[in-house]
């Protein structure tokens, strides 16, 4: 469900290894032959200890942090630690009309900041007008809300809400309930200054209709917002965004959950308040 200004066409790094070491069995000689003498057997023995510790050697050496500044090429398209790995900043206690705010002045700022609009901007909140208010004040810098609350009263008009189930205050029919809930991947800060920054947040999200009479069952999405944040009052506000699709993994197999377990998962499960 496209939220932003427009929506695009569509378009990890990790993992483990173990090695094991397997040595010779006792019962004789590695290779087949008699079981020679003593001083052979040491020989071997030796040899055994050598091969073993060159291997640990190789493996430690194959396993550092990849810091040789002498290497050449690969590293420049490695993604920084600070583009992947949490900061361990504490998420803002500030709240104000349900919204976190009061991010901090910096690029982690920023990312949070991002994060946490994203969700607010593709929620069922933002399908009724008078909460989808709320969220204009809140969300954006000052001298935008009226050209950004005229479009999303446009784009959330009575006939689109209706060809989603809902009538024209964005609620469901009883025995309905529609599903908006979007989960930040990570974030991007693609650009910063002390006034104002772009950030992209890959997301994913269920969107649809839960309920036994539903012709838009919940299903999942996969999506990136684009936020440009300005610094306006002692905190990141957004000053416009897009949305296009993707990146999208192979969908896994899981089994699809009934109506009624997607309407009680929105109403037992709250939400985050993320931190960068």
Same mark, same amino acid.
């Given at each position: 469900m496209s939220l932003g200004d427009e929506?695009?066409?569509?378009?990890?790094?990790?993992?483990?290894? /173990?090695? $094991?070491?397997?040595?010779?069995? #006792?019962?004789?000689?590695?290779?087949?032959?008699? $079981?020679? %003498? @003593?001083?052979?057997? &040491? $020989?071997?023995?030796?040899?055994?200890? %050598?091969?073993?510790?060159?291997?640990?050697?190789?493996?430690? =050496?194959?396993?550092?942090?990849? !810091? !040789?500044?002498?290497?050449?090429?690969? !590293?420049?398209?490695?993604?920084?630690? &600070?583009?992947?790995?949490?900061?361990?900043?504490?998420?803002?206690?500030?709240?104000?009309? %349900?919204?976190? @705010?009061? =991010?901090?002045?910096?690029? /982690?700022?920023? @990312? #949070?900041?991002?994060?946490?609009?994203?969700?607010?901007?593709? &929620?069922?909140?933002?399908? /009724?007008?008078?909460?989808?208010?709320?969220?204009? /004040?809140?969300? =954006?810098?000052?001298?935008?809300q009226a050209e950004l609350?005229?479009?999303? !009263?446009?784009?959330?008009?009575?006939? =689109?809400l209706s060809n989603i189930g809902l009538d024209e205050n964005g609620n469901a029919a009883t025995g309905n309930t529609y599903v908006s809930r979007t989960v930040p991947i990570g974030t991007r800060v693609t650009s910063y200054s002390a006034s104002a920054a772009t950030v992209e947040v890959w997301c994913t999200g269920v969107f649809g209709m839960a309920g036994e009479s539903s012709t838009n069952p919940a299903s999942s999405d996969w999506f990136t917002m684009t936020l440009q944040l300005r610094w306006a009052n002692g905190d990141w506000k957004v000053e416009s965004f897009s949305q296009k699709d993707g990146p999208t993994p192979v969908p896994g197999d899981s089994r699809a959950s009934s109506a009624d377990e997607m309407a009680k998962a929105v109403e037992e499960y709250g939400g985050f308040t993320y931190a960068r």
């Open positions: 929506r695009e066409g569509s378009g990890g790094y990790g993992g483990t290894g /173990q090695t $094991r070491t397997r040595l010779p069995e #006792s019962g004789g000689d590695a290779y087949g032959g008699t $079981r020679r %003498g @003593g001083r052979s057997s &040491s $020989r071997s023995l030796v040899t055994v200890v %050598g091969v073993v510790v060159l291997l640990i050697a190789a493996i430690a =050496f194959a396993n550092r942090g990849g !810091d !040789d500044s002498g290497s050449a090429g690969g !590293d420049e398209n490695k993604p920084k630690s &600070s583009t992947t790995a949490a900061t361990g900043t504490r998420p803002v206690e500030g709240k104000a009309a %349900g919204i976190p @705010g009061g =991010f901090a002045h910096d690029e /982690q700022g920023a @990312g #949070s900041g991002a994060a946490n609009y994203a969700v607010t901007l593709v &929620s069922a909140d933002i399908l /009724q007008p008078a909460r989808r208010a709320e969220i204009v /004040q809140q969300v =954006f810098v000052a001298d935008k609350a005229a479009k999303l !009263d446009k784009a959330y008009s009575k006939e =689109f």
